[in-house]
């Protein structure tokens, strides 16, 4: 009797697990967005349009944590991200000294293609915009807003935390110095993912517990 109960504890306990890796395969796939789908990344000067309706475009997909939006452009566009609202309305990272806002391509100087691929990195508002020609491009619709879910999270390769930042060897072998700030990064980088890991656990002993006082 003793027995059977056990193996009734140990079936529950391996179908809460089952059913933690299924919610976890029902998760959406990393994906890459083109943006504006075969429409690209490009304006045209004399209607003053862009080649595509980036708001709707934008408005249709969902981004996660680990997707890439892929920028089909050219020299004459390009692709400015940030975090900052005030510099996305404004059309211009001119008055941004944040460090909100990255360049992801100026242009390279030819008129060949070219594709940009931009890694969603951080949860949350972002926006994207052209700031190429004093900012017309923008104000004539060449940005949109997009919101980025968790989903799976980033990727082992997405969720490298930076390089440490070059520093001059110290000639001086003073020991009693504070850590560097890039300590402090670098840990929070990888604290979200530990502390699931244990919830789950936790939650997996709990419940397996309340099962056996119940059954028992
Ligand atoms: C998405 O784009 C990135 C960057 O170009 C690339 O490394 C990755 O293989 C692409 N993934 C898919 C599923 O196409
Ligand atoms: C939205 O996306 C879905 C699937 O990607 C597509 O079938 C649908 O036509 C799109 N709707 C619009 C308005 O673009
Ligand atoms: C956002 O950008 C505006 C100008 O575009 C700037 O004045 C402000 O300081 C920036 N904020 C942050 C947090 O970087
Ligand atoms: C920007 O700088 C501020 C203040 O130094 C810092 O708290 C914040 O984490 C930085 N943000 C990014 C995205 O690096
Ligand atoms: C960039 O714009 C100029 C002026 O409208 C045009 O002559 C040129 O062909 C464009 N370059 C590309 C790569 O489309
Ligand atoms: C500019 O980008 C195009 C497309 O990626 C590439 O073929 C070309 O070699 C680049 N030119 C320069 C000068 O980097
Ligand atoms: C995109 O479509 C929305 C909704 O129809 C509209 O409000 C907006 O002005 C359009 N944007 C451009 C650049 O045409």
Sequence with gaps: MEGMKAKVAISAVLLLLQMASAASDSLPPYTNHTVGGPAGWLFNANSNNP???Y???AANQTFNLGDFLVFNTNDN???MQTYNETTYNACSADDDYGNQTSVFFTGNGTAAPVTVAVPLTAE???FYFSDADDGSE???GMRFEIVVGHGRGLPPSLNQPPPPPYEEPQPAPDQSGTPPATTTQSESFYRGGS???VAGFAWVLVL???WFFIVV
């Design 195 to 197: 502390e699931k890991v």
């Design 51 to 53: 080649s595509a309706n």
């Design 208 to 210: 397996s517990w309340l």
């Design 124 to 126: 949350g508002k972002q």
């Design 77 to 79: 566009h390009t692709v």
């Design 138 to 140: 923008c104000e004539g």
């Design 55 to 57: 708001s709707i475009w």
